[in-house]
């Protein structure tokens, strides 16, 4: 497995185009589409919240139906949440769209979403922007690169992420592209993340991998504890590789799929993680030795979720008490006694609390610690053998800056 | 019942004292004394959080033994928290030197401490911030006063309330204080609360009311999310008043009585989420027409926790969508096509969203509903008849500033 440059137009048969519909920003592209030339078995995780966004509910239709899938057509700005029965029309009107430019089916055609909730989609410039993108979609590098671009709002940066394997003698490419960065505490899935592959995969088995690969990744971000109404990753696999069909759970071929999924799935989440609203730092929380997977999973998302750690990290501050109150509030119970606490990773790593109460560390150490990209905690409950690691930000003023006026 | 000028010293009996025993901070009191002449029975409520500390322990065990309490003795900017078994013996230290000073007993002295966690307490300066507080104990207003800005972190401003009210032919009082103001997220209690009352009130009877209270006030409040390791909340009874003693939990009595420790509690709750760490507003979002009042509570929490909601209160943005999105994620079911938004109280307030999309409101409406010092929001859920109340505060640039650096 090999990671390459690339996005969602990594993997063969894939097009993607970016279109400026002018829907919300000004001078800035606010469409994208990604486009398979073979048709594609689709797998997809959805937001838990209650109130879900139309597109949410016809992509889950679409994928629970079977349907090969052609095309995705995403639009950010207005994120097509809380606009009543109205909702599902924008969807279906934004797919008859692109079925007649495209020459696909209706039924061939997801969407996503993403912006202010709200307000309604302006239709006229949602066909319009349509019709650029089934001009402009193009293969390529570049192709993938603006779609990426386009799906962004708070982001600051892009969020692509490629890598290819060998699967039964062929080259095997799988790709995609996210994006953030505020309202993320996702719950079966993130905000939008689109993923595609030109390996030969059963729709069975690829939605059995991509639910999987959630729990450790995309379920283990989180921003601002809120999750979101309009959550939805895709995987769309056209099996343009001509590699033998992966049908066998047990095969060779379904693990180095799995793992290079699991690879993509879990490099988009953290970069999700770390451009965070307003975040200038990457948190690691990393806990080994819990007692079962799910209180490992309970102890690392309640520290990358409490704001006084998220605080405390944005002023490089060692406030180690913090980190033991979270997991001490998470839910999942265990013995502060028995638990220590370090900054920093793997032979660099620190001891920051033992036996009950403060280890003799340097606070000058563990400042610096504190001072890179990616702080990096780790917390060994000494109880059993499960881990798991979740993957925050810091809290800084740019965060409230940013949603104190969103909507302007 | 008739609301009154005082705090910890309104009710007959008790006294109060404040000290600067130099144990964090400069140019300020530390430590507090509450005192009463008489022996009184206690309640108590702690924290859930697994991590707690040792004068939570301390104090729990010292109102589950039901020996009388005579004094309260509480310090602010070490926390006594994560100090493995020598926490439990500062805890041991400081009553002792308190029982030797006052000429009570060791186990009728409780403890409180506020701060930093895990640094452990210079015991010296304990102990002559101990003595002092004996010395300078006195009835009177000013005595609470001086107590009730002693035991303050980043609150920025002290919190009393008393009530007076009429039992079996007695003039009896109840008053209290409390601080906040950043880790608070209580969880069957909060931070620090302490309330006195002149009451003759049995043991149990007290517990009952104050757990069944508590569940309504301070549980229903939130700063951050972060449920501390030292919420305590105590309240003392000594009898003094005079009255029958309440021991019928259908008498006329205790309803007078229930109803007064409520409202202590309830204000002293709402000034704690209004003076959340960097707080600019109090946020109090009321729930009606819930299905059962646990789902009531859940909704009314999620939406005074939100990050986001909270950010848009500081903004004055009427971004109603994370309101909507908040009482989705929170764990509890309902229709959005059929849940009634509104913000304002009373006459004064304005649908925001029905059916399941906005209303046709005035934004320059809703903007002068977000600008005063309380910010009202009202969920109609059209399911039942529950309702609950939850209150807490906006997310400001100072939130992130006071807990950036906080240990300095």
Redesign the interface.
Known sequence: MKKIDGGVTAAQGFEAASAAAQIKYKGRTDMALVFSKAPCVSAGTFT?????AAPVIWDRDQVYSGAAAHAVIVNSGV?N??????GLEYCRQTAQEAAACLGIDENSVLVGSTG?????LPMDRIRAGVRMLAEAKRPGREAGAEAARAIMTTDTVPKEVAYEFEAGGRTVTIGGMAKGS??I?P?MCTMLGYVTTDAAIEKTLLQKALSAIVQETFNMISV??????NDTLLVLANGLAGNKLIEDIESEDYKVFYNALYAVCKELAMKMAADGEGATKLIETKVIHADTLENARIFAKSVI????TK??V??R??????I???????G???D??NCDLYFGEGEDKMLI?T????ADYSEEKAKELLSGEKVSILADMHMGEAEATAWGCD???D??????????
Chains 1, 2 share one sequence.
Request: net charge neutral.
């Open positions: 838990t919240n209650v109130v879900k994120a949440a809380c606009t009543g029965q109205r202010v909730i709200g307000f309604h505020g309202m505490h719950n601002d504890g809120d999750t979101s109404t979720t409490s704001s006084l605080a405390a944005f002023g501050d060692a406030n180690w008490g913090r033991l109150c979270a997991l001490g509030y998470s999942a119970q265990f502060p006694e609390f036996n009950g109460s403060a809290l800084s003023y965060y409230v800056k940013i949603n104190a006026d969103y909507r302007s």
